[in-house]
Nanobody, 122 residues
Framework: QVQLVESGGGLVQAGDSLRLSCASS????????MAWFRQAPGKEREFVAA????????SYADSLKGRFTISRDIAKNTAYLQMNSLKPEDTAVYYC???????????????WGQGTQVTVSS
């Protein structure tokens, strides 16, 4: 059973930074592409960023390029999302996902974490 566990969320002020972590168990780090999605209240889950199996390729939502950075530590089976210059509109539950290949689509990922809340106050 593959498990993904997110951590690092919290309440911050606009302009602050946060780093989210996603630890995977029962899943060799290099065997899956990893991604972050987010879901705000009343909205659909949206793509944030993704990274390929060995970390050579990354993809970002256009609106987040330059502020968010995805990375992974294969030895630690962990993916990260560094979020800088946070804005109130970044407030959402952030989900980690794992899948066979890098994609921006929710349905491409078969494994999901439970989510971590990020709240940005103005």
């Amino acid at each position: 059973q593959v498990q993904l566990v997110e951590s690092g969320g919290g309440l911050v002020q606009a302009g602050d930074s946060l780093r989210l972590s996603c630890a995977s168990s029962s899943l060799t780090s290099s065997s899956a592409a990893m991604a972050w999605f987010r879901q705000a209240p009343g909205k659909e889950r949206e793509f944030v960023a993704a990274i390929s199996r060995f970390g050579r390729t990354t993809s970002y939502a256009d609106s987040l390029k330059g502020r968010f950075t995805i990375s992974r530590d294969i030895a630690k089976n962990t993916a990260y999302l560094q979020m800088n210059s946070l804005k109130p509109e970044d407030t959402a539950v952030y989900y980690c996902a794992a899948g066979l290949r890098l994609s921006t689509v929710v349905s491409a990922y078969g494994y999901w974490g439970q989510g971590t809340q990020v709240t940005v106050s103005s």
